[in-house]
């Protein structure tokens, strides 16, 4: 039941002053989120619904390669962060209760998890074991920016695999690479998977998934067949610096900025030893557990969409992430022809299943228009009367703003749905 009536869709015609990232600009003035503070941002009902497509694909993707969803919690005890070091990290919010006892806001699970394993898992035969959770993260950030890019509250994916030894730890990574390039993949943004640099964090190798885009902090060097990070690129001895960029042997590297949205590292025994999560061989032999983790941010996934997608009118969701895919729109008061087709072109959607997001405003086509052309759900249908006199709803598809074949309106229910599937099934 969307009707834009009475749904809460508070779109803008200006930007918010402050904001210089167009996924910024865009995501306020198309009604998906509003700021309450610096680095922390709601996400309004439309805002949301394209959140959870992203958490929906990483979800499935997880869950396909044998990943166990459970929650730990954000407010922890500060003991667990003492023992492995991370007390004084500064991005970390610490606190106390009204006894005094120390807490902390977890910046990430690691400590939690491995605090649980530690006391759950005791042989071999517990192990291997991914497991996983989509949580709030607190960071007091030096320098929150670009709407929900770089946030001090944000939902991350996170999960950790425990093995054995190295060469576990080496297939549930394996593992989690296939997974991430779905997951991306299927988000249908333009993205690379880069090694990271792992000397500072002491790991044993690390990948991060960038996705270009303007408002990205980061840069990557890009050439045929090749993508780093550049500041690992100019470690490179093949890399040189040529007139006006660089290159790697006699092929040019472009450099773009990028955004990272994942991040993927294998930990060893970094914090399973000060925790003590360890596991009895078949010889009765304790050893340490070998770790993994991998995290990923559904708002850095939405935002770089927006980044990467958007045209001079507004935002255009890939089809996976789109809030609704119809947009559709009537041009016509109560009591017209065009509010009589319309519905009835509603309900049959409905019916058949597809989500759509109905604009029955008293408002002018100019408004309607702008605000879908704002919002950017991939299909848009309008009925007006134009379009009506041979019996059509116009069809527009977002991407690239071009007209598609009008839906007859006459046609049965079942075979309105059957078209506007098939014109879904037709776009990006
Ligand atoms: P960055 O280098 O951009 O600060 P990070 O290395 O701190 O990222 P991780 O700790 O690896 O990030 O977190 C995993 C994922 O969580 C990131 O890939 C990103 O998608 C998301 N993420 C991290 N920090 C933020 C933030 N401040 N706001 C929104 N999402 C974030
Ligand atoms: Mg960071």
Redesign the pocket.
């Known amino acids: 039941m969307t009707r834009l009536s009475d749904y809460l869709l508070p779109t803008e015609k200006d930007p918010p002053a402050d904001a210089e990232a167009l996924s910024h600009q865009l995501m306020v003035r198309a009604g998906l989120i509003r700021q309450m503070g610096a680095?922390m941002w709601t996400w309004l009902p439309a805002g949301w619904r394209v959140h959870q497509r992203a958490v929906q694909i990483i979800r499935e993707e997880m869950d396909a390669i044998g990943a166990q969803e459970m929650l730990m919690p954000v407010l922890q005890p500060a003991e667990p962060w003492r023992r492995t070091g991370r007390l004084e990290i500064e991005e970390l919010f610490k606190l106390s209760d009204r006894k005094g006892s120390e807490l902390v806001l977890a910046m990430?699970h690691e400590e939690a998890v491995t605090f649980h394993v530690a006391q759950v898992v005791r042989s071999y035969r517990d192990l291997p074991l991914i497991l996983y959770h989509f949580q709030v993260?607190e960071?007091d950030?030096p320098r929150?920016r670009a709407g929900?890019?770089?946030?001090?509250e944000?939902i991350?994916k996170?999960s950790y695999t425990f093995d054995r030894d190295e060469a576990g730890l080496h297939e549930r990574y394996e593992l989690h690479v296939d997974a991430y390039d779905r997951i991306m993949q299927r988000t249908g943004l333009r993205f690379y998977r880069v090694e990271s640099d792992v000397g500072m964090m002491g790991g044993l190798g690390a990948h991060?998934?960038m996705a270009p885009c303007a408002a990205g902090?980061?840069e990557i060097a890009l050439g045929e067949g090749y993508a780093a990070n550049l500041e690992i690129a100019k470690q490179n001895p093949e890399v040189r610096q040529a007139a006006g960029g660089y290159v790697l042997g006699d092929k040019p590297l472009t450099v773009e900025p990028a955004?990272?949205?994942?991040?993927i590292f294998k930990l060893g025994t970094r914090y399973s030893e000060p925790l003590g999560a360890r596991y009895l061989d078949e010889h009765g032999e304790e050893h340490p557990i070998w770790m993994g983790s991998y995290?990923?941010?559904p708002?850095?996934i939405v935002a770089a969409a927006v980044e990467q997608f958007a045209d001079e009118r507004g935002i255009s969701w890939p089809r996976s992430l789109a809030p609704f895919a119809v947009h559709l729109v009537v041009l016509g008061s109560e009591g017209s022809t065009e509010r009589r087709e319309a519905e009835a072109l509603y309900a049959a959607l409905r019916e058949g299943g597809i989500e759509v997001l109905y604009d029955d405003r008293e408002a002018g086509a100019g408004e309607k228009f702008a605000d879908a052309e704002l919002l950017g759900c991939p299909l848009r249908l309008t009925v007006g009367r134009r379009a009506l006199e041979a019996g059509q709803a116009e069809v527009q598809l977002r991407r690239g703003r071009s007209d598609g074949p009008g839906v007859a309106l006459d046609a049965a229910p079942e075979e309105l749905v059957r078209t506007v599937r098939e014109l879904w099934q037709s776009i990006p």
């Open positions: 680095g990430t993260k960071r950030e929150p929900v890019l770089r946030t001090r944000f991350m996170d991060e998934y902090e980061d955004i990272e949205v994942g991040n995290g990923i941010g708002a850095r």
